[in-house]
């Protein structure tokens, strides 16, 4: 019975142990290919906005397309700045 419930524990142990690392574990950041394409994606749904007589869609495009810009941009900054730093690093 004693061996039962040190068992128990245990394995309430790892399992805490395992849910609580997950929320350690870094989220995937969009890199600076990924704010590219949503730059392109703004661009396209300003074009159509624009084409389909439809301000709203023209607005929410060119806002898209803006921040991803900037994001993209950013992201290319900081790249350049690690490998100012750090050096280049291999493919």
Same mark, same amino acid.
């Given at each position: ?73 950013? *992201?290319?900054?900081?790249?350049? *700045? ?10």
């Amino acid at each position: 019975m004693n061996r039962t419930r040190f068992s128990s524990a245990l394995m309430a142990v790892i399992l805490a142990v395992g849910i609580l690392s997950m929320g350690i574990a870094r989220p995937a950041a969009a890199s600076e290919k990924t704010w590219r394409y949503v730059t392109y994606a703004g661009a396209a749904a300003t074009a159509l906005g624009i084409a389909k007589k439809k301000p709203l869609i023209a607005a929410v495009g060119a806002a898209g397309g803006y921040l991803g810009y900037r994001k993209w941009k950013g *992201e290319a900054k900081e790249r350049r *700045e690690r490998e100012r730093r750090f050096g280049r690093r291999d493919r």
